[in-house]
């Protein structure tokens, strides 16, 4: 049982029909339920809540962190970003959904400007597994499509992943880094591509698939917490 | 619970009293105690015995391998070190303990020499974190000492590991890339480099809890199995 | 002005005629003009030739070599593949073209067995490139056409690349690693996938620009040449 | 010939006698002169100028930056750091030295924390080559010493560097990455431990012929511009 908290944006769900349509309770909730359902103690929190419903005694307490942003990076604040951004550092776990490839916290994380090209048409993405030992990829088959899907292409302005899980291929012609593993400080990262609001992605089966392996795979693990600072000449052991 | 197979060279703890001493029944037999101790289905294997104790079968239901081998890597038949390889490309994990560095199977894996400085005075080596998130350092503190140890120093001639978790200094002035992940195939490899036969290193704490840690982190997870060969154009499916 | 070696199997052109007229002298010949005429000091070396071509003086004298083999993996001599391969450790710079992904050198240099999907239709092939600060994209748009190509599609088995420069996207719904580099021992390896010898693909102007950025790159420098061995601990520097 | 900056903090060498006397004119004068005399077109800018010496202008025409930085990081501007990231991810090399691991623009680009250990005893370093093909190690042995050295220990809070070339044993017990290799948008980094102000260090032979290698390996080359942002469909050439 990982502790998570899904982290939505969850503006397009009650500005657009459609969307509303689709995650008539806001895609954070969709998530939340996939996840309790596999067990695992789950939180919500929003951004127009109080710290966008992330105060930092809910980040002490989270192991993982989902994120989903797409029209309001900007109101973000700050502090609240810098605050994500220090608890993946100290060991949680990050996965950045879609269009949070923007967000604050992962651009900061990433130091690069995560930019990509993109297109809204409604086409086939067929991602393959490139790494098929990865834990992400438990249980899946080596490629499967997502049959309406906004494109995002390469060039991805990221540094180099630690570990390329999926290779997506889109339907126009373009390809893209669609399962990017890192590590920061003690947290693992692990952005994900799929998950377009106008479309159900997140009730794909096999969409729900690689995020509960992702879950799994980047709650932490309790490892030293290094000393920072002025340290004194080694003493070693007496033999 | 994983299948763990502990094979052993197991020539010196029969040909060298002192080494006799600290391992009675082989290095082999105090590893494959310390993993059944922690609930694992443990087998061993050795050189002298039929297929050096590895017939496809074994290999089959081994999820980790652990390999002891120092002076007489040349016996190991190449048709069994080949099946080794085969295996761990197919999802088992691989764990190449210390003098291993230069075993058939690791070098056959890792496509360079693999060869390195040693000196043997039993000096001082002292591990440090470099990676503190990642699972095999789970339980450890930042740093901790091997108090008698052979020097094994860099160049060490291997491909940059997909994660280095562990650098080792050594009171003679070398430093060495201890603990070096990698996926090869399907499968996980964990090089780990203390276990000198003539010092008890293989009872020391931290030794054993990476070794535990090793295990957990190498197992196979259930992804894809891909398909190489010829391929009809993929047939997307119906929108 | 780089020393280069151009290995070619040299049956298909002679032993079909399709492919003889694209290449009526050879892959390598095609090749060697291309590395001439940028000033390079150029030999070729084909399979039937007396060990190959590649006697011992000839690799020595060799900066970087490149490796053009389809049908007649096997017909290469172990003894010269593992000759290649030490050269390669030593510095030499390897470009393995193509259907190379399954010649041995390449294939012990991995580790891995360098396995693919494939498909022989002529279609469409889109290489983007995924690093555009790598040299080997120097002079390059950031994505480019091979109008007729064999497919080759994903899972790859190859170890993760020290770098990942392109990518490709095929009309029949598949992507590859198209553009990896290696470094192995003190040598450097790109492999570079487009080059099927039915198509002209090697007179094509980016292909032909991506060998020659290629070449520059995996050009030996002059490193340290490490000990290996017994080493006496360090004697400091007097202050 | 490479156009470089040199940017220094400048604050020790006009307020400590003791590094007075070693750089009476500043370490970016002394990194100068190497340079220059190396053939490049080299420029200084130091912290008390205006803009830091670094208005738009001079890191458009700078091919090359190198950073020094100590006690007085705060003090940079946002908006100058800020600019000099930017040109990093758009092509220019940067070559952050010692304690410019606390530098904003280092920060930002690794996304990291950049905390290590530290001591200032003037003990004993020494750096191993462990990367021995790379073309920063070029005329290099592979270790030499840097007799009197303030300590950086590990854990070094960084991504795992995209190639590491050096790795530094101290006489007081740490080790520590002392050369690592990143690339962030288009732009190479390369961060070289050895470098504190009270020891002349940077006229010491070995360090000058890494920083000489360096600025040549982060030179930019000139790779495609990726194009971010609404695409339309690619219209595949007709064949």
């Known amino acids: 049982m990982v502790s998570v908290t899904v982290w939505n944006e969850y503006r397009h769900e009650r500005e657009n029909d459609e969307v509303g349509e689709i995650y008539p309770e806001g895609i954070h909730t969709a998530l939340a339920e996939l996840l309790e359902d596999a067990g695992h103690d789950v939180r919500t929190a929003t951004l127009d809540e109080d710290e966008h419903g992330l105060p930092q005694a809910v980040l002490d307490d989270t192991d993982v962190l989902l994120w989903w ?3 309001a990076h900007d109101e973000v604040r700050d502090d609240v970003a810098e605050r994500v951004v220090e608890r993946v550092r100290d060991g949680m776990g990050f996965l ?7 967000s ?4 900061r994380l990433m130091g690069t400007s995560c930019s990509l090209k993109w297109r809204e048409v409604g ?3 067929r991602l393959w597994t490139v790494e098929p030992g990865h834990p992400i990829t438990e249980g899946l088959d080596e490629s499967f499509e997502v049959p309406e899907a906004e494109m995002y292409g390469e060039r991805f302005d990221i540094p180099q992943p630690d570990a390329l899980v999926f290779v997506s291929w889109f339907e126009g012609g373009e390809v893209f880094r669609s399962g990017c593993c890192y590590r920061r400080g003690s947290g693992r990262i692990f952005y994900f591509r799929p998950g377009h609001e106008e479309y159900p992605v997140y009730f794909q089966e096999e969409i729900r698939q690689v995020l509960l392996n ?3 795979w980047a709650a932490p693990t309790d490892g030293p917490e290094p000393y920072f ?6 003493e070693p052991i007496e033999k």
């Not at 604050?104 to 651009?107: E, G, L, R």
């Open 69 to 71: 942003g797409h029209i």
């Open 96 to 102: 950045p959904l879609h269009s949070a490839h923007y």
């Open 104 to 107: 604050k916290p992962f651009k």
């Open 123 to 125: 086409e086939i993405e």
């Open 214 to 216: 992702a879950v799994d």
């Open 229 to 234: 600072g002025n340290a004194d000449p080694v």
